[in-house]
């Protein structure tokens, strides 16, 4: 893209005009070689005020980074380059010398940029066979074989030329620098020891009226203004109002080492079954003080693994939840698990110890059922369906629930659905007998 007008503004530190225009447009130029390009410049700008001007302008679209492409930068640092042999000072070391240092140690300059830098301050003195066939070719092309360069691993290593330059640059620095620390314009623009460092006439002569030397104002500190004296009608005194509120300590009941002994067991027993002797340590605990089965650090999220790991541990946790607030939450919970075994043991044992809501007890067999016909392995088919059907059995022989109404119809046609086993036709038989004296349920269904 090209410069817009912010930019040309900021730019407008060195030149104005048509003279700023033509400098961009040889900066921009994607056409011509860059030995041409400069040849163009030192035709252009040949007075020595146009080639301050003009390398003040090229310095500010390094140093803020004020160059959209890649190819752009390119021109622009080969042009400072060549102002340090244009100036003809007769030192190896010029102001632009050193803006050429900072980019390189610049973090965010790229990898091609730092390539070409390093080739450019190789060469200060004696070109070098690659910088001189780089100069016959376009920004563009100078800027693509860098990429291709940094793709096959070339690193901008500081070359010992390099680190000569900047050594001489940081003395002439140091050397430039007053008392306060602020370096003189004389010693940034390279004015001669025969000028007037104090003359205005000289420094105006030599730079021109058209130019501004922005950059090379120091900055000055700034203290803080003190603050004014406060007098005593701007002051308010606040007396806040005593507010006394009584707070009850929630945890003031609580026994923080209570029962850790038993959560401990509980957490063991989350992750693999107990030993015997653990598993009376439980009962032992439980038995001396129900009300530690609060403090075990059971949850209903966590009875699914209590349930498979110790059936008969999460059956005595549950008959001390019993008449907890908590005991539906774990009922739903035990209901919508997967079916297994140790989960229809707990069912069997909590059932048979206490009456619990029949619906939990319903969607308890409901799942089962289902569960039981999505099955598809045969064999593990039929072991689900015998566990299923003696898991019936004894809650209807021990009156546990009702099977009547959709009950009985589903577990009905569970029995027919499945009577090749043995357990299932003893299920259907034990339905027949207990509702023998209502036939309208039992229809006129028989076993093969």
Not at 73 to 98: A, I, K, Q, W
């Amino acid at each position: 893209r090209e410069f817009n007008d912010e930019q040309k503004v900021r730019m407008a530190v060195g030149l104005k005009g048509d003279r700023l225009r033509l400098l961009l447009e040889i900066v921009e130029n994607e056409d011509e070689p860059l030995i041409s390009l400069s040849a163009r410049f030192a035709r252009e700008y040949s007075g020595e005020a146009e080639l301050v001007a003009s390398g003040v302008v090229l310095a500010s679209l390094v140093q803020d980074n004020l160059l959209p492409r890649s190819s752009q930068v390119v021109t622009t640092m080969y042009l400072l380059n060549e102002l340090c042999r244009l100036r003809g000072s007769g030192s190896d070391v010029s102001p632009y010398t050193g803006v050429l240092i900072e980019a390189f140690d610049e973090p965010l300059r790229s990898e091609e940029d730092r390539l070409f830098l390093s080739l450019l301050m190789d060469s200060t003195l004696a070109s070098s066979q690659t910088l001189q066939q780089l100069r016959g070719r376009t920004s563009a092309e100078v800027s693509n074989l860098l990429a291709d360069e940094i793709a096959k691993g070339r690193t901008a290593a500081e070359s010992p030329r390099q680190t000569e330059l900047r050594a001489q640059w940081k003395a002439i620095c140091e050397r430039s620098r007053t008392e306060d620390g602020i370096m003189p314009v004389s010693g940034v623009i390279g004015l001669g020891a025969e000028d007037s460092l104090g003359s205005e006439s000289s420094l105006r002569d030599l730079l021109g009226d058209e130019v501004m030397t922005i950059d090379m104002i120091p900055k000055f500190a700034r203290p803080v203004p003190p603050l004014m004296p406060v007098s005593e009608g701007e002051l308010r005194w606040m007396d806040p109002e005593a507010y006394h509120e009584v707070i009850w300590d929630t945890t003031m009941s609580l026994e923080p080492d209570r029962g850790a002994e038993l959560r401990e067991l509980i957490s063991k027993a989350l992750r693999s079954p107990l030993q015997p002797a653990q598993h009376r340590q439980v009962e032992v605990q439980l038995r001396s003080d129900p009300g530690l089965v609060h403090y075990c650090g059971l949850t209903p999220k966590k009875l699914p693994d209590l349930v498979e790991k110790n059936p008969h541990v999460a059956v005595m946790v549950l008959l001390k939840l019993v008449s907890s607030r908590q005991m539906p939450q774990y009922l739903s919970t035990l209901v919508n698990m997967d079916l297994s075994l140790h989960s229809m043991e707990v069912v069997n044992a909590v059932t048979t110890a206490v009456e619990l809501p029949q619906e939990y007890v319903h969607k308890y067999i409901s799942k089962s059922i289902l569960r039981c016909g999505n099955i598809e392995d045969k064999y593990m088919q039929n072991r689900v369906v015998r566990l299923v059907c003696v898991f019936l059995m004894n809650l209807i022989k021990n009156n546990i629930i009702r099977v009547e109404g959709s009950l009985f119809v589903e577990v009905q046609t569970f029995c027919v659905e499945f009577s090749r086993i043995r357990e299932a036709a003893d299920l259907f038989r034990l339905l027949k007998n207990v509702n023998q004296n209502n036939a309208g349920y039992m229809g006129h269904i028989q076993l093969s």
